[in-house]
């Protein structure tokens, strides 16, 4: 999970953060508990409850009381007890733990045994490369780690991705100008005038110098590097001159936070931070410090600050072109574009800084209500649609299966009609055979001996049928021949045999291993009249 801003307070009728369930226990001191607390907002989720892993980077945010009134840091003592932690305020938006190595860890071994800790690595030289990369910032290592563990990119290796553009030509801007105080007073005047030329002639040599080394050197802000390393610095430097009690800094580049401002629908602080300028260090101190300033950008919008100095402020600053110094913007998803609705430059007051951002965003909270409200419906459509081709593809699934079913049934009937078919031709080719082969069975037969004939004998067939055939043989002839007459009757069966029935026994007229040429009638012993039985085997 990836570390959150500090959580507004608990509201006593909800008992819970606003837009996010409260999911850890809630503790009455902190030194009930010597786990790491992780406190979560609303201000972490967008509108899609996702957590945004550069807003924040304290690990021990706070706790809550139990009464739910507001965040209660670690005790000094018991904060720099655990693991070297020291308090923070800046770093995390809020009150908290910054985890740093002790004075006397020269090696930076705890640091590295910290960091094995929190991320869960196990190669001591993979820790100190991650440590390396964040130039030993324990706190920016572990962030990042958490980040790529939940499928975020890291910070040093981001997704290729077109930035997105601003729309700072709509005429409906709202500017607003706060003029440097005028001289009052003879005295003043008179000292105005008095160092009007020296301020005249500075600023001038200044600009001509500037001007002039550009032809003889590049400007180094016009390569943008490392532009998360240039807010990290803006936000270290931020908080050793004007101390850790400042708006949640957006830790990531100026277009990771127009990314996160439009997907969550949310307004973008941009803050220009003009180092040189004379009042920027009295607008840091007593403006954007105070705490009403605080907790109205923690809550209502994303806040991104860095310095013109360094080459990520300087290319927003060649985007924005702010006029003067401090300079604010408010953008916003607006007609389906980040636009920047609100300017305001100049030295401004608590009060007055709050009371123009909250006119800004009243006067543009429309847009996001009318935005959120087609992205709703979009939404919806999008359900809808995914919905109707679900069940477009079930029923295609279901009409294909029926077709599918049906072409098998039909392919079955064909198999089937087919295989009976075969079988009836197959069936008349064996009758045609069967036929072909009785009638040249009969026409080898030899002729029928007379009556007269004394080696003749009559035989009398008595057919499985009932039937009776008569025909004379000769004594000398085969009982081949008596079997192929029978099978060249009609009423014959394919299959059969032939048996006496005095003695009873059965002819052999066909060639056996036993009889390997048939025996002649008169061998067979038959007499001059005889009655054979023919037995059918054809089913057998």
Not at 210 to 231: C, E, K, M, Q, Y
Not at 275 to 292: G, I, K, N, V, Y
Not at 516 to 524: D, F, G, H, I, V
Request: proline share 8%; net charge neutral.
């Amino acid at each position: 999970m990836a570390a959150g801003r500090p959580a507004p307070p608990l509201s006593p009728q909800e008992g819970q953060l606003p837009g996010f369930p409260l999911a850890a226990p809630v503790l009455s001191h902190p030194f009930s508990s010597l786990v790491t607390v992780w406190t979560l907002s609303a201000n972490d989720c967008g509108s899609t409850g996702m957590l945004n892993p550069h807003r924040g980077v304290g690990f021990v945010s706070g706790l809550w009381k139990a009464s739910y009134q507001a965040p209660m840091p670690f005790p000094q003592t018991f904060t720099e007890g655990l693991l070297g932690a020291r308090p923070c305020v800046g770093r995390s938006g809020g009150s908290g733990v910054r985890i740093s190595p002790r004075p006397k860890d020269v090696g930076g071994h705890l640091v590295m045994k910290q960091c094995m800790d929190l991320t869960g690595i196990e190669s001591m030289d993979q820790c100190r490369h991650t440590l390396e990369q964040h130039n030993w910032n324990i706190e920016a290592a572990v962030q990042d780690r958490l980040n790529e563990q939940e499928g975020v990119p890291s910070v040093f290796n981001p997704p290729p991705s077109r930035p997105l553009q601003v729309n700072t030509a709509d005429h409906r801007i709202y500017s607003y100008v706060v003029s440097r105080p005028q001289p009052r007073g003879l005295l003043g005047w008179g000292y105005y005038l008095i160092m009007l030329p020296f301020r005249f002639t500075y600023y001038t040599i200044l600009d001509i110098f500037r001007f002039a080394l550009r032809f003889i050197r590049p400007d180094p802000r016009s390569r943008v590097t490392d532009p998360v390393g240039d807010i990290v610095s803006f936000m270290h430097s931020f908080e050793e001159k004007y101390g850790r009690a400042h708006p949640v800094f957006y830790q990531g580049t100026y277009s990771q936070a127009l990314n996160d401002a439009k997907r969550e629908l949310r307004f973008l602080l941009v803050y220009l931070h003009g180092d040189d300028h004379q009042d920027s260090d009295e607008f840091c101190r007593t403006t954007l410090c105070a705490p009403e300033v605080i907790s109205l950008i923690n809550t209502r919008m994303l806040f991104w600050a860095c310095s013109t100095n360094k080459p990520e402020g300087y290319r927003v600053s060649q985007a924005l072109r702010e006029n003067t110094y401090p300079f604010l913007a408010m953008i916003m998803l607006k007609d389906r574009r980040m636009t920047v609705v609100g300017r305001l430059e100049g030295l401004i007051q608590p009060d007055d800084l709050i009371n123009q951002l909250t006119f800004i965003m009243d006067a543009n909270q429309t847009y996001l209500v009318s935005e959120r409200l087609e992205r709703e419906e979009r939404n919806q459509t999008q359900v809808l649609r995914q919905q109707q081709d679900e069940a477009y593809l079930a029923s295609l699934r279901a009409d294909q299966e029926k077709e599918r079913k049906k072409r098998e049934e039909r392919e079955r009937k064909r198999r089937k009609e087919e295989e009976v078919q075969q079988q009836k031709l197959a069936e008349e080719r064996r009758r045609r055979n069967l036929q072909e082969e009785k009638e040249r069975k009969l026409e080898c037969l030899p002729p029928e001996p007379s009556p007269d004939d004394p080696e003749s004998v009559k035989i009398i067939f008595k057919l499985p049928n009932d039937s009776r055939v008569e025909r004379r043989f000769h004594f000398s002839q085969s009982l081949t021949v008596i079997h192929d007459f029978l099978f060249s009757l009609k009423e014959s069966p394919e299959k059969f045999q032939i048996e006496a029935n005095f003695p009873r026994r059965v002819l052999p007229c066909t060639p056996s291993e036993e009889w390997p040429n048939p025996p002649t009638l008169q061998e067979a012993g038959l007499s001059h009249t005889e009655v054979l039985f023919v037995q059918d085997l054809t089913d057998e």
